[in-house]
């Protein structure tokens, strides 16, 4: 039996006469993810595309009726008609508008296999056809991608660094979680998830006596140690109780003043308005009580614990995918700098235990096989949140990182990995803007609202049906991905689609290189020995490698702690920023001039909520993002087959709400369909919804439709958390619910379009 590797796990698939009966999680893996379970139904269901599509209006004249996309029939093509008309299209876009009319869409995360990685060939493609308008930092973390270089360092390199769990358990006494270790997000890592660590190294911490305080509206986003201690604050609020906590410090004489004049540069401006001598408000824990809902003992208490302590500050991605996101990212730096740990052994600073299954592994990272994407001669972009801002907006300006730039004018969208309508915020205003661009081309697997809201439709493998090799930075092991059935229906790998248009368009040979996919395994596996050799990682031939089905990486023998050669000597080892040091005050972004991002860490008003109750749309306990929501794992979470919806049992109660109901919630962007569970899990004020329902209006097409389904992503704002990042701010937003009390709408989000 071969091996898989998928994001949330490694499997041995089990095929019974050509079909894949079953997904059996690998042996060595302690806390298997039990998504895998899903696949073997739904790779085979009739949500599949199973051959070329084309728009019916768009077939019979390329780039009309834009306004019917979602709500028109299909018709099925051959693949040398789809591929032909994919060819000419970009022809012609390049030739009337230029290579700057193109958007490449991808997202990342359509496969854990590092060659056949949906981003990296549709980069390629389009680099070599000209170039493309690209975008920048990501939904997770796109506040935190662009602050984090400007005050410590790059966030790639932050979080392969960080302190391994094995360290905490030896020497951390105290844990604060702001927003909580879900399991649930532990489970996934891009290049694959082998081996899951964060429940064991829970188990292993809370055996060692490490204390825990979950920071959160939620509690089960902290669930197993014995010593676990939930402060349910109010969301958003998160920078309050950290100044708070720095006030505590610093009014007490508890921070570490040598630490911050020595690693740091612009503690005094910051104390000065921590303080309140600069707005004549010191951030002190009565001020914050008002804005977190947490008593000012609590906060008094806890500060004075994490300076007795040897404590490790987390916080999660969460946070910071909020309007005026980068604040509690610099907070925790900042708090942690006060405390004076960081890069001592079990103290310091998170940016994300436990949102990603790799980070804290204390392994090796290195980069593994990749697929070359060459160099792109075209230089604009965006911030990848903002997507319908730039379709609907051609030659408007915008802020980011510092520049003055200008939305292009596109007139093609190509994507390959990714669904716009699970990871966007405000659907009904993307709607309106996926109407802009002439032609939307897309690779998929599956009917998703990606799929049905294009122009033609490429039918792709997945993982299952074609080789690769899953590799991720600081995984366990690099695994061979061996091909367990034949392509379902016409679908055929991304590499083969795109080597066919590139011949097309006279570049096929420059493409491929003259190497067809499982050259390119060899080829990219070969590359990637030489860079594992200057880690000191060994890696075996390519034919050893594929016949054994997997190598082991193994540990270090020193343990990794996070900033520790920065702390032993700052002037041989600086940061990668200006100064070199941690930087409290950043004169770089203060020279930026935003005033909802100014120079050091502040506490900024959130906007006044219309309604009165708050959303939270995280991450999903059954699915990756929206991938395998068709599926029966996540399918039996749903009630009466809407995603689940989580209200306090007073906020329940007040409105007529039981267990099992559906209903519907809203504010002035939309509304949508979802199924209750009534629990005192989540603080009063409050609901909670996974992301990834797959997108289901009432009226396809259609303003301001009733999503049937549960996608949070109706009613979340479509605004940058500051003009510095232009990150997504979808845990902005207050809703009303009410019991629905109509005959309820079928489910047809996992139903195919018409076919003509």
């Known amino acids: ?112 296999g590092r060659f056949h990685h949906a981003q990296s060939q549709l980069h390629r493609f389009l680099n070599l056809f000209g170039g493309y308008v690209f975008s920048m930092d990501s939904y997770s973390l796109g506040a935190g991608r662009v602050l984090m270089p400007h005050i410590v360092g790059n966030m790639d390199w932050l979080l392969a660094a960080h302190t391994s769990w094995q360290n905490l358990a030896q020497h951390c006494e105290l844990f604060v979680a702001f927003g909580g270790l879900p399991a649930k997000n532990a489970q996934t890592s891009p290049g694959g998830a082998s081996e899951h660590l964060l429940s064991r190294a829970l188990e292993k911490m809370s055996e ?36 708070a906590l720095a006030y505590v410090l610093v009014s007490e004489g508890l921070h570490n003043e040598d630490f911050v004049r020595r690693y740091t540069v612009g503690y005094e401006r910051f104390r000065q308005y921590l303080l309140g001598h600069v707005d004549g408000q010191p951030k002190d824990p009565l001020w914050a009580q008002t804005l977190t809902d947490i008593p000012a003992p609590q906060i008094i208490d806890l500060a004075r614990r994490m300076a007795r302590q040897r404590t490790m500050i987390n916080i999660a991605y969460s946070l910071q995918r909020a309007v005026h996101g980068e604040q509690p990212f610099w907070m925790t730096v900042t708090l942690a700098a006060l405390l004076g740990q960081i890069g001592l052994p079990g103290g310091g600073f998170g940016l994300g235990y436990g949102c990603m299954n ?43 990182n510092g520049k003055r730039m200008h939305y292009p004018d596109i007139r093609l969208v190509y994507w390959a990995g990714g669904n716009i309508f699970h990871h966007h915020q405000d659907l009904n205003r993307l709607l309106e803007a996926w109407k802009r661009p002439q032609t939307l081309i897309v690779h998929e697997q599956f009917w998703t609202a990606q799929a049905k809201y294009s122009d033609i439709v490429l039918p792709a493998t997945t993982a299952l049906e074609r080789n690769d090799i899953g590799s991720s930075a600081s ?3 690099m695994i061979a991905m061996q091909q367990a059935i034949k392509p379902v229906g016409e679908s055929r790998d991304d590499y083969w689609i795109l080597a066919q248009v590139a011949e097309r368009l006279g570049f096929g ?248």
């Open 509 to 756: 040979e420059s493409f491929t290189e003259g190497r067809d996919a499982e050259a390119w395994l060899r080829f990219t596996y070969d590359e990637s020995r030489g860079r594992a050799q200057e880690q000191g990682i060994e890696l075996p031939d390519y034919d050893t490698f594929w016949r054994d089905g997997l190598f082991e990486i193994a540990y270090p023998d020193t343990d990794t702690v996070l900033l520790k050669a920065f702390r032993e000597d700052p002037e041989a080892n600086p940061l990668p920023t200006p100064s070199g040091r941690i930087e409290i005050f950043c004169e770089r972004i203060a020279s930026f001039g935003y005033a909802d991002c100014p120079g050091h860490p502040v506490w900024l008003d959130k906007p006044v909520a219309q309604y009165p109750l708050q959303l939270l749309s995280n991450q999903p306990k059954t699915r990756l993002h929206s991938q395998y929501d068709h599926g029966t794992y996540s399918r039996s979470s749903k009630i009466r087959q809407r995603e689940p919806l989580t209200l306090n049992t007073a906020d329940a109660h007040a409105r007529g709400i039981v267990d099992g109901d559906v209903v519907k919630v809203f504010n002035e962007r939309g509304a949508f369909l979802a199924g209750a569970i009534v629990s005192d899990g989540i603080r009063q004020g409050v609901v909670q919804i996974a992301t990834g329902a797959w997108f289901d209006p009432l009226v396809n097409g259609e303003r301001n439709s009733l999503d049937k389904h549960g996608n949070p992503n109706m009613i979340t704002a479509d605004v940058g958390s500051s003009s510095l990042s232009q990150g997504c701010s979808a845990q902005t937003a207050s809703v009303d619910i009410v019991k629905w009390d109509q005959a309820l709408p079928p489910v047809t989000a996992f139903e195919p379009p018409s076919m003509t």
């Open 1 to 112: 039996m071969s091996f898989t590797s998928l994001h949330w796990g490694a499997y041995r698939p089990q095929v019974v006469d050509g079909k894949l009966d079953a997904m059996v999680p690998v042996e060595w893996d302690p806390d298997p993810s039990p998504i895998g379970a899903s696949i073997p139904g739904a790779i085979t269901s009739p949500t599949r595309i199973m051959r070329p599509a084309v728009r019916r209006s768009y077939l019979a004249e390329p780039g009309s009726h834009p306004e019917r996309r979602g709500q028109e029939p299909f018709v099925e093509v051959s693949w040398e008609v789809a591929l032909d008309l994919v060819a000419r299209e970009l022809k012609r876009v390049k030739i009337e508008h230029g290579n700057q009319a193109i958007f490449g869409g991808s997202y990342g995360w359509g496969s854990a």
């Open 475 to 477: 995984d366990r092991f």
């Open 358 to 400: 790799n980070t804290g592994s204390g392994r090796k990272a290195f980069s593994g096989p990749r697929f070359s994407q060459g160099v792109n001669p075209v230089k604009d972009f965006i911030p990848v949140a903002r997507v319908t801002d730039m379709l609907l907006n051609p030659g408007a300006p915008f802020d980011y």
């Open 208 to 243: 060692a006596g490490v204390q825990f305080v979950n920071v959160s509206p939620l509690r089960e986003d902290l669930v197993g140690p014995t010593n676990n201690q939930w402060l349910s604050v109010r969301p958003g609020s998160d920078t309050a109780l950290m100044m």
